[in-house]
């Protein structure tokens, strides 16, 4: 049994799997007959919310290379993304999630805000709709 820490590190592997083929919680069969699994544990918040231990990280990436390293990720097993407003890719990761076709309520999404779209503008709305 050969549990792997992450689904990134399938690619170490030397297998090439079809994409359907990984999927979180499913077991691959390699060909030494070991078997690994892309689960990655959760844990539960006071809200009772499941948070995956393991994220996949969008600082830095923009456009479709963003869209695609993203939907690939959604479709290597990664459950949880992290992005922020000031990344500026919360768009192309919103389309990569809906192109997966994995339902919302199976994703963690974590982003982030600067403290200054904290609060009312001077419209008078929350900032960060203000902007």
Do not use: H
């Amino acid at each position: 049994n050969c549990p792997l820490q992450s689904p990134l590190e399938i690619s170490a592997m030397k297998r090439e799997y079809e994409e359907d083929e990984l999927t979180s919680g499913k077991k691959l069969k390699l060909a030494d007959g070991a078997q690994v699994s892309l689960t990655v544990p959760n844990l539960q918040l006071n809200t009772g919310a499941q948070m995956p231990q393991v994220m996949f990280g969008t600082y830095k990436t923009k456009g479709e290379s963003c869209f695609s390293a993203v939907l690939s990720a959604l479709r290597s097993g990664y459950r949880g993304m992290d992005t922020a407003s000031v990344y500026a890719n919360e768009k192309e990761v919103g389309a990569a999630i809906r192109e997966s076709g994995i339902p919302r309520q199976q994703l963690f999404i974590q982003t982030k805000l600067w403290r200054s779209f904290v609060g009312n503008g001077k419209n008078g709305k929350p900032r960060c709709d203000a902007e």
